[in-house]
């Protein structure tokens, strides 16, 4: 179930297909952290793969865009691939989200990459 909602975007040269038009916040209870999608916010979608509804690419989006959860607490790319794995397995996207935990672990992160590969101190 999506709680963001979006519109595409017609003009998308600078990458961003979609635009969140609500608020919304995730809350993890892996890590007892929350990430907030804000309405206006920018996605690619599901880069590289089928968008889907679902929220985990927006999340992800979120924490790799800033490279920080709510309480800003930096996150690694780790950390970030997992909450995008928690989505989509919570959604029902079993398989996927092993594929998918593995493709943006190790070829994506943005600022949470930059963060380092694995858990923060």
């Known amino acids: 179930m999506t709680h ?4 595409e975007l017609d003009d998308n040269r600078n ?3 979609y635009q969140a038009l609500n608020t919304w916040t995730y809350y993890s209870s892996r890590y007892n952290r929350s990430v907030t999608v804000y309405a206006g916010d920018k996605s690619d979608g599901a880069t ?13 989006d979120a924490l790799c865009s800033r490279g920080y959860w ?12 997992t909450v995008l794995r928690d989505i989509l397995y919570d959604d029902g996207y079993y398989y996927r ?5 593995l493709a943006v672990y ?9 963060n380092g590969m694995r858990r923060l101190k």
């Open 4 to 7: 963001i909602r979006f519109k």
């Open 15 to 17: 990458g961003f297909k």
């Open 48 to 60: 590289g793969a089928w968008d889907i509804y679902s929220d985990a690419w927006w999340v992800h």
């Open 70 to 81: 709510d309480d800003g607490t930096k996150i690694c790319n780790w950390d970030s691939a």
């Open 97 to 101: 989200s092993i594929w998918w935990w």
């Open 106 to 114: 190790l070829l994506g992160g943005g600022e949470a990459r930059k």
